[in-house]
């Protein structure tokens, strides 16, 4: 009878140690399973984080593009004012009085003033390159000289900082 204990004493520590072996493997598998999930759960944290950081950079950058030319559509308003008196200016009847125009020649300077303290500057046309970012063919003609060279302009074209608002209306050699 102990010769049958002694054979069933390996066996039972076989068993115990196998039992320990698939033990193992499922704890290897669980701990590996709950560092994959760590990890997926980390990287999107991470994904989320850059997403932040992007976002708020955007945002930042639609903000001062608001603040940089929020107001141009009043800028623009104040443009058309500024050719009207200029038509009006052109076409003044002879016998108009010349203090009279020079009262509008300087309320146009003031305009053109204001317009410079907020970042609106002219587009120098006559005599440049046709650029179709800058300006607007509205007419060609034949002629000797550059070709796509601007010849005349029949409409002011206006910047805001970088950003063309209106295009200058030319007319181009072909």
Known sequence: MKEHNKINIPLE??????????????????????NDKVEEYLNGWKRAQADLVNFKKDEARRVEDAVKYGNEWIL??????L?????????????TDREWLRGIEHSMAKMYGALRKHHIK???????KFDPLLHEAVQMEEGQGDEQKVTEEFRAGYMLNEKVIRPARVKIIK
Request: no cysteine; charged share 25%.
């Open 76 to 81: 623009l308003d104040m443009i058309d004012v």
């Open 83 to 95: 050719d009207t008196f200029e038509i009006a200016l052109q076409h003044a009847p002879p016998n």
């Open 13 to 34: 520590e076989e068993m115990e140690s196998s039992e320990a072996q698939a033990l193992q493997q499922i704890q290897d598998k669980a701990f590996q399973q709950a």
């Open 122 to 128: 002219k587009i120098e046309s006559i005599g440049k």
